[in-house]
């Protein structure tokens, strides 16, 4: 891959779009062999079967259907570094909250109706080949955790 900021733009397109089709494989080769992640809460994870074993539980089912909707996209070029601001919606209504937890299904059905959003953004780093390097996560984990989805889209 060469360093251009379509094709930077196009890997987190499908990057992105590999987590909302909920697909751990395709997500992980996205990834450098050597890379990091912070998620957010909690140490950095370095290399893919730390970063795999992180992810797992959301691709498991553990939170219900996990989307993203990318807000914002900023390309940088020249070091190799994009960033995305997105909402992270949560549905653990019927088939989807069945794996969830038992705690998180029954207080987000108590207190959301099964559908929940919060947001954050993510910087990544690439290596010269288009791979990852860097996955930093900056979000709301601070109670509350989560807002009810609204439809009215605020902050877009």
Request: net charge positive.
């Amino acid at each position: 891959m060469s360093n251009n900021s379509s094709d930077l733009s196009r890997t987190i397109d499908a990057f992105v779009a590999a987590f909302n089709d909920s697909d751990l494989d395709r997500v992980m080769s996205f990834f450098a062999d050597d890379a990091r992640y912070l998620p957010g809460r909690g140490p950095e994870r370095r290399g893919l079967a730390a970063i795999r074993a992180e992810f797992a539980p959301q691709f498991a089912g553990r939170y219900g259907a996990m989307t993203f909707d990318v807000y914002d996209k900023i390309i940088d070029e020249a070091r190799l570094r994009a960033t995305i601001r997105w909402a992270c919606r949560l549905d653990l209504t019927g088939a989807h909250g069945r794996r969830a937890t038992p705690a998180l299904r029954w207080f987000a059905g108590l207190r959301y109706g099964g559908r929940l959003q919060w947001h954050g953004l993510d910087v990544f780093h690439f290596d010269h080949a288009g791979r990852i390097t860097g996955k930093y996560t900056y979000a709301t984990f601070r109670l509350p955790l989560w807002e009810a989805e609204r439809s009215d889209n605020v902050g877009r």
